[in-house]
């Protein structure tokens, strides 16, 4: 598979709360053969928004980590995702689906049905 992942928010929470520790453990897999991590901005917004202070440590440590890059939500994008949207409102899922195909890697979540519905060419990698 390729060395790199798109973490959408399911992700990103299973990082904060290390709920399953899958998302952990495949973060570190990425980063530590080379691969790279992808955080849309959009996404780790979401997840900061209902996580407790307790746990942004663990997404300030994440973000901050090399090879970890937030992909920050631009104008210059905003078409691109609004085309990938095609009236959704799911502003997040839109920018994770903008990131996997400019990254060619796959979005680790739990809601890769409901991605795939937006393009069903991404590749998910699914948490347990």
Known sequence: MLPGR???????????????????AVTATCLS???GICVPATALAAVYSIAPLSTQVELFEL??????KVDDFTSGK????AEILDGS????????????RNT????????GEQL???DPHVMIDSLP
């Open 6 to 24: 798109v973490l959408d928010v399911s992700a990103l929470i299973d990082i904060a709360v290390a709920k399953t520790k899958y998302a952990r």
């Open 89 to 100: 409102r799911d502003v997040t899922a839109g920018h994770v689906i903008w990131c996997a």
């Open 63 to 68: 973000v901050s980590t090399p090879g970890v």
């Open 104 to 111: 060619r890697w796959p979005i680790l979540t739990d809601r």
């Open 116 to 118: 795939t519905v937006y």
């Open 33 to 35: 053969s080379g691969g």
């Open 78 to 81: 905003v078409g691109d995702i």
